[in-house]
């Protein structure tokens, strides 16, 4: 048990239209990382926000976007939903040199 | 740029017998190095990781890593396995004195423990 939870588990949605995954964090941990596994690859760094602030960004184009609000919960936001971003989203909120991560939003772009 | 390579896609191996998986990794700066374990449908767990000190580093249920500065490695041991270790292992590096989540893993090893 991380503490981080994600939802929903699954989501089925269709080309071309808009997403929004949850997370909500421990208290306290005022650094939450989001990150995009694609079937059989390892996780790709998306972002980070840090006190509600955009704190790092991976190769990721600007259709992924996301929030992070005062209670330690966390958006990740998708537009324009291609095939290609069918992939497990993880989100890991960090405190003390050690992230948790929750178990994932299994995303279906059909 | 950094990357992280794990050299073996998919590892099988016999209950009680010894196993290594390997990870090399670049970087132009230092770095911190890490091991996640995922079993299936379920997302990533710290197995170890190396900040400073001594290069070997363990875990509670018998994983063992050991940094290798000169040879940029992080390979994962465990002297015995069981078939509960069967899952897919990542390896994974971020900056010294990064801000903490931003890793950059390995495309994972599956460990396939068999009777």
């Known amino acids: 048990e991380t503490g981080v939870t994600q939802s929903p588990t699954h989501l089925i949605k269709t080309r071309g239209q808009q997403v929004t995954l949850r997370c909500s964090s421990q208290?306290?941990?005022?650094?939450v990382s989001w990150y995009q596994q694609a079937l059989g690859q390892g996780p790709q760094f998306i972002f980070q926000y840090y006190r509600e602030e955009e704190n790092g960004r991976g190769n990721f184009p600007p259709r992924f976007s996301g929030l992070q609000f005062p209670n330690y919960s966390s958006e990740l936001n998708v537009n324009a939903l291609e095939l290609d971003d069918s992939a497990l989203y993880l989100c890991?909120?960090?405190?003390?040199?050690?992230?948790?991560f929750g178990q994932g939003t299994r995303l279906t772009v059909v | 740029a950094q990357s992280v390579t794990q050299l073996d896609s998919q590892v099988p191996v016999f209950e009680e017998a010894p196993v290594e998986l390997r990870c090399n990794y670049s970087?132009?700066?230092?770095?911190?190095l890490f091991w996640y374990v995922q079993y299936p449908n379920q997302g990533l767990q710290l197995l170890l990781k190396?900040?400073?000190?001594?290069?070997l580093v363990e875990s509670i249920n018998g994983f063992e890593a050991e940094f290798n500065k000169s040879q940029t490695s992080f390979h994962l041991r465990k002297p015995s396995v069981h078939i509960s270790d069967t899952a897919e292992y990542f390896c994974?590096?971020?900056?010294?004195?990064?801000?903490?989540?931003?890793?950059?893993f390995g495309k994972g090893t599956k460990l396939s423990v068999k009777p």
């Open positions: 994974a590096v971020e900056n010294y004195g990064g801000s903490q989540g931003n890793l950059i």
């Open positions: 208290s306290g941990h005022n650094t």
């Open positions: 190396y900040l400073s000190g001594s290069t």
């Open positions: 970087s132009s700066v230092s770095v911190y």
């Open positions: 890991a909120s960090s405190l003390g040199g050690k992230a948790f």
